[in-house]
C-alpha cells in the first residue's frame, strides 16, 4: 500500500480547513466539522482528487457511503471512478428490502442497513466515511458487504482521531495488520502499522488523508 508523494501540499490545506468544536454534540467531545471544508471549494476539490488519484483504475465498481457524511464524499468520487454509489444508512431510513448489520457501540448497539441487489457478488468495494474513531461502523460496513459476495477494496476516511482505540468492539476481531495513511502534523504523509482486528481472516486496509493528534 504506497502513500502519496511526500509534502503534498494539498494535505495540510485540507487540514487547515477542518474547523474543531469543543464540547460538541455534548461535554468533553471536541468535534471534527467537515462544513468548513466543504466551504471551500477548493479544500473539498483536493479532497476528493487525492481519494480519486488513489483509486481510479483500481477495478472498484462500488462506492459505499456510510451515512450521513460518507454521502459527501462517496458520489464524487464514484463518478470520478466509473462505480455506482450505494448508501449504507441507519435502520428503517431505505425502502424495500433491505440487509441489516448490528454493531456494537460503547453505550449500546446500531445497525447498518444496503438495498438488496445493489451490490452484486463479486463486486469490489471502497467504503467512503468522513472520519475514523473506534472503526467499528467501518467494520460493519465491510461485513455488509461481504455477506453479498463483494470484496471489499479498502475504507477511506478523511480524519482519523488516533487518541480512540480502534476496533474493540467484538469478541470476534482478532489481530492483523491495518494500514493506515496519515498525516503527522508536518505536512509529510506517513505510513503506520496497527494490530487491529480482523474479519474472515482477512486484512483491513484504511486510507485516512488527516491524522489528528
Do not use: W
Not at 40 to 51: H, P, Q, V, W
Not at 70 to 92: E, M, N, S, T
Amino acid at each position: 500500500m504506497s502513500a502519496y508523494r511526500d509534502e503534498d501540499p494539498r494535505i495540510n490545506g485540507i487540514k487547515t480547513k477542518i474547523r474543531v468544536v469543543p464540547n460538541f454534540p455534548k461535554p468533553g467531545i471536541m468535534f471534527q466539522d467537515i462544513t468548513t471544508l466543504l466551504l471551500d471549494r477548493e479544500a473539498f476539490k483536493d479532497t476528493i482528487d487525492l481519494f480519486v488519484e488513489r483509486y481510479k483504475g483500481k477495478n472498484i465498481s462500488v462506492v459505499a457511503g456510510i451515512e450521513a457524511r460518507g454521502f459527501i464524499f462517496g458520489p464524487p468520487i464514484a463518478l470520478a471512478i466509473g462505480a455506482k454509489f450505494v448508501p449504507l444508512r441507519k435502520p428503517r431510513k431505505l425502502p424495500g428490502e433491505v440487509i441489516s448489520e448490528e454493531y456494537i457501540l460503547e453505550y449500546g448497539r446500531d445497525c447498518l442497513e444496503m438495498h438488496v441487489g445493489a451490490v452484486e457478488p463479486g463486486e469490489r468495494a471502497l467504503v467512503v466515511d468522513d472520519l475514523i474513531a473506534t472503526g467499528g461502523t467501518l467494520c460493519a460496513a465491510m461485513n455488509l458487504l461481504e455477506r453479498v459476495g463483494a470484496e471489499v477494496v479498502e475504507c477511506a476516511c478523511v480524519i482519523e482521531l488516533p487518541d480512540l482505540k480502534v476496533c474493540n468492539f467484538t469478541l470476534s476481531f482478532h489481530s492483523y495488520p491495518l494500514v493506515i495513511c496519515t498525516n503527522m502534523g508536518n505536512g509529510i504523509e506517513k505510513m503506520r502499522e496497527e494490530n487491529i482486528g480482523e474479519t474472515s481472516g482477512k486484512a483491513r486496509l484504511i486510507h485516512v488523508l488527516v491524522h489528528f493528534y
